[in-house]
């Protein structure tokens, strides 16, 4: 098989196996240093397998209720030890899905190639906010600064890791700056954004931008972000990138998680997947927008 084709084999598995908890299969291709950013807290994710395998049994139990895991569509794309994969998935039981039909769980994962076999080294997970979009509150700059997000990382032997940080430093000052044009130079044509509020995806860089406009609009006053503790992959042409994003709005901050995705196009680094979230309260399902590392 393929990488992609071995890849695409892993995450269907590993959603049967959630399916039908079957918690070490679930586990088995997974890094020992796995970063899962998921939609209930802790706001920081599980970090390391032992805390990512706690995760699942309260999940279990929840699904024995009668809940589905599935996946509905899955893209995968594989470079020579890095690689990432989104998807949308069926996730909720028959009461949810007849208060909201369309309702999908969004996933990104990204893997490295280790000792000759791919395993999963971050996993994201969210749902997209339609309580905001119902109400049209587009929040503060949430779109915005995690459109304009990119990557730290370890050299890859081509600049890879001062041309990444030439990215996120030039999309920060974008943002501070209210550039949209400067914000959409690095993200490419056929982006697939996850971002905090319905719909569940955009997808291409027009969609991405309006998001962006959005979120500067509803800030007046100064905006900026940054991500104290990022943590990056890069290999060949491909970046795959992790972190809190700290964002700021007219005085006052919040938090939320982010991954994003990068591919090396004639020398730049341009973002193709982003997925950001905001973890929930279980007690009312609302966004946790008032958390902080």
């Not at 084709?5 to 890094?31: K, M, P, S, Y």
């Not at 970063?35 to 699942?56: C, H, I, L, N, S």
């Not at 999940?59 to 998807?87: H, K, N, P």
């Not at 909720?92 to 909201?100: M, S, V």
């Amino acid at each position: 098989m393929t990488d992609e084709e071995q890849i695409r084999e892993l995450v269907e598995r590993w959603a049967r196996a959630v399916h039908a908890g079957d918690l070490d299969t679930v586990l088995a291709d997974h890094a020992e240093d796995i970063v899962m950013f998921d939609v209930p807290p802790p706001y920081e994710g599980v970090r390391g397998k032992a805390a990512y395998r706690d995760t699942w049994p309260g999940f279990f139990e929840w699904q024995a209720q009668g809940a589905v895991f599935e996946i509905v569509e899955l893209d995968v794309t594989a470079g020579g030890d890095v690689a990432y994969a989104y998807a949308l998935l069926r996730c909720g039981t028959e009461g949810d899905f007849a208060r909201e039909p369309e309702q999908r769980l969004r996933l990104t994962v990204g893997l490295r190639k280790q000792d000759g076999r791919w395993v999963v080294t971050h996993e994201h997970h969210s749902f997209s906010d339609t309580a905001t979009a119902a109400t049209g509150d587009t929040g503060d700059t949430a779109d915005s600064a995690d459109s304009a997000d990119s990557a730290d990382s370890a050299d890859d032997g081509g600049g890879g890791e001062a041309a990444v940080r030439a990215v996120h430093d030039d999309w920060s000052d974008a943002t501070e700056a209210r550039d949209l044009d400067r914000l959409m130079a690095h993200i490419a044509d056929d982006v697939v954004s996850y971002e905090h509020e319905a719909p569940l995806r955009y997808v291409g860089v027009a969609a991405v931008r309006e998001a962006c406009r959005r979120g500067l609009d509803a800030a007046p006053g100064s905006v900026g972000f940054t991500v104290p503790d990022l943590e990056v992959l890069v290999r060949d042409d491909l970046a795959v990138a992790w972190g809190l994003n700290r964002l700021a709005a007219d005085g006052t901050q919040s938090w939320s998680r982010g991954t994003r995705v990068f591919r090396r196009v004639g020398g730049s680094w341009v973002m193709v997947h982003q997925h950001v979230s905001f973890p929930y309260h279980p007690q009312t399902g609302r966004a946790a927008t008032d958390l902080a590392p």
